[in-house]
T-cell receptor
Framework: GNSVTQMEGPVTLSEEAFLTINCTYTATGYPSLFWYVQYPGEGLQLLLKATKADDKGSNKGFEATYRKETTSFHLEKGSVQVSDSAVYFCALSLLQGAQKLVFGQGTRLTINP | GAVVSQHPSWVICKSGTSVKIECRSLDFQATTMFWYRQFPKQSLMLMATSNEGSKATYEQGVEKDKFLINHASLTLSTLTVTSAHPEDSSFYIC????????????FGPGTRLTVL
């Protein structure tokens, strides 16, 4: 089946620290990969995506590279800010059919000033 | 980006009653909407895919007679939790797919349901 596994949280960092949130997937087909962010009290927002191997998605200083050989899509940011505190979800979607999203369990990130 | 609203944002009801949750795409038309359930500190679990003008497609293990979905227009889908019980208490989230935005899904802010 299709599944996404991301690193357990919560993750607490100091401002300007380097961030990595690991995400690996299993898929029966050839998926597109996503990172969503959920700020407190808000709905999920698409942060970045990649649709094929070796693609790099980037937005707001965050990056993730689609690694087919390791079935991974790790999220990174070089210098985090307090405003990055949120819950981050890795997800996949297959191009066929309804294009349903399969989510990882979410990682809560807290950035301290 | 496109905006999706949900109403109500939270609801408390007595066991045995039914609760209706609305999901609206405010500035785009959505032929497909999705309903998710999120337990505390857990991921979003897809419950069903809602298609405008046709029956919803439910995921395995989701009772279609308990979670009634109606997608009567291109901007509105409703989820009715019938004869709610405490175990139905959860955070329900909808999303709407915008085919004009490369099929990206836009998410509502969620509805917190508490059944007493």
């Amino acid at each position: 089946g299709n599944s996404v596994t991301q690193m357990e949280g919560p993750v607490t960092l100091s401002e300007e620290a380097f961030l990595t949130i690991n995400c690996t997937y299993t898929a029966t087909g050839y998926p597109s990969l996503f990172w969503y962010v959920q700020y407190p009290g808000e709905g999920l927002q698409l942060l970045l995506k990649a649709t094929k191997a070796d693609d790099k998605g980037s937005n707001k200083g965050f990056e993730a590279t689609y690694r087919k050989e390791t079935t991974s899509f790790h999220l990174e940011k070089g210098s985090v800010q307090v405003s990055d505190s949120a819950v981050y979800f890795c997800a996949l979607s297959l191009l066929q059919g309804a294009q349903k999203l399969v989510f990882g369990q979410g990682t809560r990130l807290t950035i301290n000033p | 980006g496109a905006v999706v609203s949900q109403h109500p944002s939270w609801v408390i009801c007595k066991s045995g009653t039914s609760v209706k949750i609305e999901c609206r795409s405010l500035d785009f038309q959505a032929t497909t909407m999705f309903w998710y359930r999120q337990f505390p500190k857990q991921s979003l679990m897809l419950m069903a895919t809602s298609n405008e003008g046709s029956k919803a497609t439910y995921e395995q293990g989701v009772e279609k007679d308990k979670f009634l979905i109606n997608h009567a227009s291109l901007t509105l889908s409703t989820l009715t939790v019938t004869s709610a019980h405490p175990e139905d208490s959860s955070f329900y989230i909808c999303s709407a797919r915008d085919y004009l935005a490369y099929n990206e899904q836009f998410f509502g802010p969620g509805t917190r349901l508490t059944v007493l």
